[in-house]
């Protein structure tokens, strides 16, 4: 099977294209990424030199680009991960979301269109249903209330790619995840963050009250989630990838700092960034009836990331500067 994996030089791309090589002999992969600060070639060293393995350095909103990759590659699948993803980031400058999330998707989906590929399948977010404090968790048919720049850019996506299979019959597929943890994310997102800091025994800053609460799942079983929906999953529909693992950021910064031994009190709340949803949560009864279920435990999965990062300080070392270490609110800055 032929993959075009596209933004899967960030995080979650590259956790998922080194689990389709591992898992299938006879996969290709095509990573076709445009490198921004948060996608790096550091994210799939191991895959680098596989025969099975391509990389094209373009940007989503490259028409041109895009269309003659997927008319040499022949992909049988399309999957859509490159975003501008910080939320903290979208509120200083929310334009280059816009541009990837909403103007890449519809070029992406114009290639579809007029090319005819056989499975486009685009990586939303569970931050399109807003916050759900006080709420039973959603199925994908809930009303969007997207609360930041990010979270509005990813519904619109979400909305045109509804849009596109309805009018024109592109065959896609939206997938919802909920937070992912777990090796290679970027040192701004919260666990890296903490693992990072608290290494240095340097402040860890914690939203407000920490109260909010967030869904997780070990980054490999969202891979495994997106193979049986690759596989499984029929067209036109959404898909949420709940990790059924519901926990406080001001508990997650605790249990980490408890497995790595370090004192509580290297935590410093800031204050609250403006938006802030309090509560995401999503059903998964769809994911669910195609027979697939988180495999990692909470505590092992911070415990395998917690190693990742202690053994490839060669990987987060390059990207800290001594702002890094500076207790602020980067959606001030
Ligand atoms: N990480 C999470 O917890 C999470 C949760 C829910 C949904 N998501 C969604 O999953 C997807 C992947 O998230 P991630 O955490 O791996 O993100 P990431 O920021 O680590 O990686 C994004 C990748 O997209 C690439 N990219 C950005 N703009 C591009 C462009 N214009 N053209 C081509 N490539 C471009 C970047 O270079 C990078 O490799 C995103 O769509 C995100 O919205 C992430």
């Known amino acids: 099977m032929r993959y075009l994996v596209i933004g899967g030089a960030g995080f979650m791309g590259s956790n998922f294209v080194r689990y389709i090589l591992r898992r299938y002999?006879?996969?290709?992969?095509?990573?076709?990424?445009?490198?921004?600060?948060?996608?790096?070639?550091?994210?799939?060293?191991?895959?680098?030199?596989?025969?099975?393995f391509r990389f094209v350095k373009a940007d989503i909103c490259d028409e041109e680009k895009l269309m003659s990759v997927v008319k040499e590659f022949e992909p049988d699948v399309i999957i859509n991960f490159a975003a501008e993803t910080h939320v903290d980031r979208s509120i200083n400058e929310p334009s280059p979301f816009l541009r990837t999330n909403v103007f890449g998707v519809f070029t992406l989906l114009e290639v579809c269109r007029k090319l005819g590929v056989p499975l486009l399948v685009h990586i939303s977010t569970d931050e399109v249903y807003g916050d759900l404090w006080g709420r039973e968790p959603v199925?994908?048919?809930?009303?969007?209330?997207?609360?930041?720049p990010y979270s509005a850019s990813k519904a619109s996506g979400d909305?045109?790619?509804?849009a596109y299979w309805r009018t024109y019959g592109v065959p896609v597929i939206i997938v919802r995840p909920c937070n992912n943890y777990g090796p290679y994310q970027y040192p701004e997102k919260l666990i890296p963050k903490t693992i990072i800091r608290a290494l240095h025994n340097r402040p860890i800053p914690i939203?407000?009250?920490?109260?909010?609460?967030?869904?997780?799942?070990?980054?490999?079983?969202?891979?495994?989630?997106?193979?049986?929906?690759?596989?499984?999953?029929?067209?036109?529909?959404?898909?949420?990838?709940?990790?059924?693992?519901?926990?406080?950021?001001?508990?997650?910064?605790?249990?980490?700092?408890?497995?790595?031994?370090?004192?509580?009190s290297l935590i410093k709340h800031v204050e609250d960034r403006p938006?802030?949803?309090?509560?995401?949560?999503?059903?998964?009864?769809?994911?669910?009836?195609?027979?697939?279920?988180?495999?990692?435990?909470?505590?092992?999965?911070?415990?395998k990331t917690i190693e990742w990062y202690l053994h490839n300080e060669w990987w987060w070392r390059p990207l800290i500067r001594d702002e890094y270490f500076e207790l602020d609110t980067p959606w001030r800055r």
């Open 275 to 303: 938006g802030h949803d309090r509560r995401y949560a999503m059903k998964g009864d769809k994911i669910q009836a195609l027979g697939w279920r988180p495999r990692t435990p909470w505590i092992e999965g911070l415990r």
């Open 25 to 52: 002999s006879d996969a290709e992969v095509l990573v076709y990424d445009k490198l921004t600060y948060a996608g790096r070639i550091e994210n799939l060293h191991d895959v680098w030199n596989d025969k099975r």
């Open 159 to 162: 909305l045109l790619c509804q």
């Open 207 to 264: 939203y407000g009250s920490g109260d909010q609460v967030r869904d997780w799942l070990y980054v490999e079983d969202f891979a495994e989630a997106l193979d049986v929906i690759v596989r499984k999953g029929s067209r036109g529909e959404a898909y949420n990838v709940p990790g059924f693992n519901e926990r406080r950021n001001i508990e997650v910064v605790e249990t980490i700092l408890k497995l790595m031994n370090k004192p509580l």
């Open 139 to 148: 199925d994908e048919e809930a009303p969007f209330r997207p609360s930041s």
